[in-house]
């Protein structure tokens, strides 16, 4: 064994650097494993990691959402008292404008009756004035004729004016009815009417 053949010594030391050469392969095949396993597992960490932050997320997100529905049902709820305190308000607001507008009708009515009911009796007033002017014009153009008749009557002789037959008649009817007094006469007597 000792003194093996060269040809035996350099088989053996082939083998021998096959074998380190399967065992070094062997080793950078397991080395290259563990660090296959190594990053797989790097990266199932960094899967859970972002499962885990993307839970979150969601949860995060699921709850700002809820947050915002329920804002904006409040918002909704709050808009919607407005709405009928405001429908209320001006349901009033519009019975009292009603209410003012009959009102002022009334008033306008009333005031436009008052009117013409001043206005009739302006009318009415100014009627009667302008028919007791017209009386008192034709009474005063009545004298104003009567004395020019009496002053022409005068500037021709006569002592006063004849009567008309009309009076005359009246005359005569309430003499005739009634009792005709005695009057006493001087003998001689003469009418005073002039021919």
Known sequence: MMYASRRARCARTRRVDVKFALDRADARAAMER????????HERAELRQLESANAQCETLLRRELESIRAEHARRV?????RDAELDVRVEKARRELREVCETNEAAEASE???????????RERATKLARARAIELRTARAVRMIQRMFRRWVSN?????KKSKKKKLKSA?????KTPAKTKTRPGAKSKRRA
Not at 34 to 41: I, T
Not at 114 to 121: G, H, L, S
Not at 173 to 177: D, L, T, W
């Open 34 to 41: 563990r660090r296959r396993e190594f990053e797989a597992e």
């Open 112 to 122: 436009r009756e008052r009117v013409e009911r001043e206005a009739r009796a302006e």
């Open 157 to 161: 002789g006569r002592k006063r004016p």
């Open 77 to 81: 709820n709050e808009a919607n008292l």
């Open 173 to 177: 009817a309430r003499q005739s009815n």
